[in-house]
C-alpha cells in the first residue's frame, strides 16, 4: 500500500477563496440559528488499532461478584492500576505442596488429564498427556516423563520469595523437561531456534525488535494467557516488588516497554478464552483474588496505553476532534466549557451533534479561551472514509505528518488539509484533538497511523 505526498504550501485562491467566504458567512449566522433540516449523517469508517472500550460479556457461570471491581471504574492509567492493586491484594497465601493438589481443580482437561500449556496441541492430538498425582515429578530425562511447577514469572526473578512464589495466577503446572529447558529465560519470539518442544514451544535467539539474547516462545494458542499472567503479576505485586530483578523485560514487577509491547501483542492476538475464564474461578475459590486482565480484557489498554492529551480552544468558534477512546464521548464531558447546543459535523451541510466519534471533525464554540485535559486510551490507526467534496477529519493520539497521510486511491487534492484558528491556515501535521477540512477527489478511505518507525 502506498503512501501518498501531500505538499501543503497554500491556498489555491482561485477554488479556496469562494469556499471562505461560505464559511465565514455561515459562521457568523451559526451563534444565531441552525436551520433544522435533516440531512443524511456522514459514515465514517473507523478501525481503531488496540484500543476499543468495550466490556466483557461473560455466561452466567462466569459471574464477576458484585461490586468486585466498583472501585476501579472510570479509571485509566496508573490510577487503574493502582485501584486493581488494592482490589487483588492479600491474597491467601499457598504452600508449595498445596500446589499439586489445586492443580486437579486449576489445570484440568476435559478428560481429566493435566491441562500443561507446554504439551498440549489445541484442536489437535498431544504428543503425550500427564495424569494427576501419578506422572507427578520426580525425575525426568526427556519429554513425557513427568509434570512439574513452572513459574512463568521465573522464581529467580522475585528470589523465592512468598507469596508471589506459590501464586496460582502465574504458577502451572507443565513437562518438567520442557520446565528445565526454558530455564529463567523471559518469554519472547525466536528467530533461529536450538530447541523445539514436541508441541512447538521454542527456544532460541529473540527476533522481536529491540530484543536481544535467547527467550522462550510458547505457541500461538497460550501466548495470551501468558501475556494475562505478566500484567496481573504487575498488577498484583506493583509497590512490593523490592529487590526483585532488572532485565530487559522487567525492572521488579514493572513491565517494561519491550514487554509490554510484546505482550499487548500476545493479548490481542490470543483473546481470553474458556479455559482461563475456568481456571480465574477455580483460582478465586482458592485464593480469593481474580486475574482482572482475565474478568476485563479491555483493562490491559486502560493501563498500559492510557493517556493524557491537552486540548487547547480559542475563543468563539474551534475545530476539534476526539484524540483518545473514551468512556463518554459527549461533548459536554470532553469539553465541559463550551457552548451548549454548538456541536457540528459535516456531510454536504451542517449537522448537529451530541457525541464526539474518532476521525470526524467537528466544529464547537467557546466563550472564553481555554483548554482541558482529555484522558483515554490511546489510539494509533484510523481508517477514515471520505466523500467527494470537502470533509471534515481529525487524527489519532499523536501528531502525524501529512505525508504519512496513507491515501491509496490519491482522493486528497493537493494543497487541500487545512486547520482554522479565528482564520484558516493550511497545516503540515494532524494534530491530536483538532479538527481539519480535507478536500477529497472522490469516494473512499484513507488511513491515519503512526508510521512504522514510531511504532
Not at 468563539?316 to 461533548?331: I, R
Not at 451533534?353 to 479561551?369: D, M, P, S
Not at 491509496?408 to 477540512?437: A, C, H, Q, R
Amino acid at each position: 500500500m502506498k503512501r501518498k505526498n501531500i505538499s501543503i504550501t497554500g491556498a489555491e485562491e482561485n477554488f479556496f477563496c469562494p469556499f471562505f467566504y461560505i464559511i465565514n458567512s455561515f459562521l457568523k449566522l451559526l451563534g444565531n440559528f441552525m436551520d433544522n433540516q435533516l440531512v443524511m449523517i456522514k459514515h465514517v469508517s473507523i478501525v481503531l488499532a488496540l484500543v476499543t472500550i468495550t466490556s466483557f460479556v461473560y455466561p452466567d457461570e462466569f459471574d464477576i461478584p458484585d461490586g468486585y471491581y466498583d472501585p476501579s471504574e472510570g479509571l485509566f492509567g496508573i490510577e487503574l492500576k493502582t485501584a486493581l492493586y488494592e482490589i487483588i491484594n492479600d491474597h491467601d497465601s499457598q504452600s508449595n505442596s498445596s500446589l499439586w493438589t489445586h492443580f486437579q481443580s486449576t489445570d484440568v482437561k476435559t478428560n481429566s488429564k493435566v491441562w500443561d500449556m507446554y504439551s498440549d496441541i489445541p484442536n489437535g492430538t498431544p504428543p503425550y498427556e500427564f495424569t494427576f498425582v501419578t506422572d507427578q515429578c520426580g525425575n525426568y530425562s526427556q519429554e513425557g516423563d513427568c509434570y512439574n511447577r513452572e513459574h512463568s514469572w521465573p522464581s529467580s526473578w522475585f528470589d523465592d520469595n512468598y507469596p508471589m512464589k506459590t501464586d496460582l495466577f502465574h504458577v502451572y503446572p507443565t513437562d518438567g523437561y520442557v520446565n528445565n529447558r526454558r530455564a529463567n529465560y523471559p518469554f519472547g519470539e525466536v528467530g533461529t531456534s536450538t530447541w523445539v518442544s514436541e508441541n512447538g514451544s521454542k527456544v532460541g535467539s529473540c527476533s522481536y525488535p529491540d530484543c536481544d539474547g535467547t527467550v522462550f516462545e510458547p505457541i500461538d494458542d497460550y501466548k495470551g494467557d501468558f501475556a494475562r499472567t505478566y500484567f496481573y503479576m504487575s498488577t498484583r505485586y506493583f509497590g512490593e516488588d523490592s529487590g526483585w530483578d532488572e532485565n530487559q523485560m522487567v525492572d521488579g514487577a514493572e513491565l517494561k516497554p519491550l514487554a509490554v509491547n510484546l505482550l499487548m501483542v500476545w493479548h490481542e492476538s490470543d483473546p481470553v478464552s474458556e479455559k482461563e475464564l475456568n481456571r480465574n474461578e477455580a483460582v478465586f475459590e482458592i485464593q480469593g483474588n481474580r486475574n482482572p486482565y482475565i474478568d476485563h480484557p479491555e483493562y490491559v489498554d486502560r493501563v498500559w496505553r492510557a493517556a493524557t492529551i491537552n486540548v487547547v480552544s480559542l475563543v468563539n468558534w474551534n475545530m476539534v476532534g476526539l484524540p483518545l477512546a473514551v468512556d463518554d464521548p459527549s461533548y459536554q464531558t470532553i469539553f465541559p466549557s463550551s457552548v451548549g447546543g454548538t456541536l457540528y459535523s459535516y456531510n454536504s451541510a451542517y449537522i448537529p451533534e451530541t457525541e464526539l466519534i474518532q476521525g470526524n471533525g467537528y466544529w464547537l464554540r467557546f466563550q472564553e479561551a481555554g483548554s482541558v485535559q482529555i484522558t483515554g486510551v490511546e489510539t494509533d490507526q484510523l481508517h477514515i472514509l471520505l466523500t467527494e467534496g470537502w470533509n471534515m477529519i481529525s487524527g489519532i493520539s499523536s501528531a502525524i505528518n501529512v505525508s504519512n497521510i496513507i491515501d491509496p486511491e490519491d482522493l486528497i487534492l493537493p494543497n487541500s488539509i487545512y486547520g482554522f484558528e479565528t482564520n484558516y491556515y493550511s497545516v503540515n501535521s494532524i494534530e491530536p484533538g483538532k479538527g481539519y477540512w480535507v478536500r477529497s477527489d472522490g469516494t473512499g478511505e484513507i488511513i491515519i497511523t503512526v508510521p512504522a518507525s514510531r511504532e
